[in-house]
């Protein structure tokens, strides 16, 4: 079956500091990956998304992630944070078959001034 | 304009009560989604529409009814509310039938407290 593993609950990072929020996936073959943003009493937003092509992928707001197959990873990452960054982070995996994602348990990331 | 919406917003009622959600897309997307998130911020998938159809149903319990009259809408209708059932609803949506490689698009979530 598939699954997400965010292995980090926090990230604490300084304003102005690269961050880094981490997501493997398990799966055979090519995924397809998704990391979400939600901020308090908020949906979730969507940010960026792997299917095929280049391994670097950059999406809204600056953040960017960075797929590799030989460590099965897809981690987010943005060059400079900002306390406006502060959120809950989620990692997705969709499905092949059908429309169906599998979550991450979600990391949250503090950026202080 | 809101392109996916629920009401209400809040929804706070007692445990045995019968309670219903509203979701509703603007996005033109023809598959659309229940999730719940626990306290934990865990999130799980409920029930997936696309074109009215049932497609996804995820050994919810059956107190639990989705229905959608059209693709821009899917309710979620829940009977006898359980102290367990407390939780943020997010409704979603997504353009596609087959796979899982378009983007959801969610609600601003429905938070629902059963004393």
């Known amino acids: 079956a598939q699954s997400v593993a965010q292995p980090e609950d926090q990230v604490n990072v300084a304003e102005g500091n690269p961050l880094t929020v981490k997501c493997t996936y398990s799966?055979?073959?090519?995924?397809?990956l998704f990391w979400y943003v939600q901020y308090p009493n908020r949906g979730l937003q969507f940010l960026l998304k792997?299917?095929?092509?280049?391994?670097l992928v950059k999406g809204s707001y600056g953040f960017e992630a960075e797929f590799n197959k030989s460590q099965t990873s897809f981690h987010l990452k943005k060059p400079s944070a900002l306390v406006s960054d502060s959120a809950l982070y989620f990692c997705?995996?969709?499905?092949?078959?059908?429309?169906?994602?599998?979550f991450g348990s979600g990391t949250k990331l503090n950026v202080k001034p | 304009d809101t392109a996916v919406s629920q009401t209400p917003k809040y929804l706070v009622t007692q445990m045995g009560n019968d309670k219903s959600i509203k979701c509703e897309q603007n996005?033109?997307?023809?598959?659309m989604y229940w999730y719940k998130q626990d306290s934990k911020k865990f999130l799980k998938i409920m029930f997936s529409?696309?074109?009215?159809?049932?497609?996804i149903n995820e050994t919810v319990p059956n107190r639990f009814s989705p229905k959608s009259p059209d693709k821009a809408h899917l309710n979620l209708h829940i009977n006898s509310l359980e102290l367990g059932d407390s939780a943020v609803y997010f409704c979603?949506?997504?353009?596609?039938?087959?796979?899982?490689?378009?983007?959801?698009?969610f609600g601003p979530g429905t938070r629902l407290t059963v004393t």
């Open positions: 979603a949506s997504s353009q596609g039938r087959t796979g899982g490689k378009n983007e959801q698009y």
């Open positions: 799966v055979s073959g090519n995924p397809y």
């Open positions: 996005l033109g997307h023809d598959t």
């Open positions: 529409y696309n074109n009215k159809e049932l497609i």
């Open positions: 792997y299917i095929t092509g280049d391994n």
């Open positions: 997705a995996q969709g499905a092949y078959n059908f429309n169906k994602f599998y």
